[in-house]
């Protein structure tokens, strides 16, 4: 599976974003899927996880109740919409699949190259 994050850009506090992340290959639909994202200086963080059914989801505490995670698998693409965006958003925002994902980076054999979400204060 090959990945490919879009939709990063610079917005201001308090704006929305959509990310999308294209994925290649007839096995997307069977994979769980996951936001992550690394700040300048800091570790890779889990955002927010999607069933390969779309059926569950799951987010990190700091996107909860402001970020939806979702998924279309006749298009093989996976979003995150973010709403009332900070500062603290700011960071490279990563896609990741595999057969059976959690919240770790380790759980996840497949990653796209990320893309940049600057949030102006």
């Known amino acids: 599976v090959q990945l490919q994050a879009s939709g990063g850009g610079l917005v201001q506090t308090g704006g929305s974003l959509r990310l999308s992340c294209a994925a290649s290959g007839h096995t997307f639909s069977t994979y769980d899927m996951a936001w992550f994202r690394q700040a300048p200086g800091q570790e890779r963080e889990f955002v927010a996880v999607i069933s390969w059914s779309g059926a569950s989801t799951y987010y990190a505490d700091s996107v909860e109740g402001r970020s939806t995670i979702s998924r279309d698998n006749a298009k093989n693409t996976m979003f995150l919409q973010v709403n009332s965006l900070r500062p603290e958003d700011t960071a490279v925002y990563y896609c990741?699949?595999?057969?059976?994902?959690?919240?770790?980076?380790?759980?996840?054999?497949?990653w796209g190259q990320g893309t940049l979400v600057t949030v102006s204060s």
């Open positions: 990741a699949a595999d057969e059976r994902g959690g919240t770790m980076t380790d759980d996840y054999k497949y």
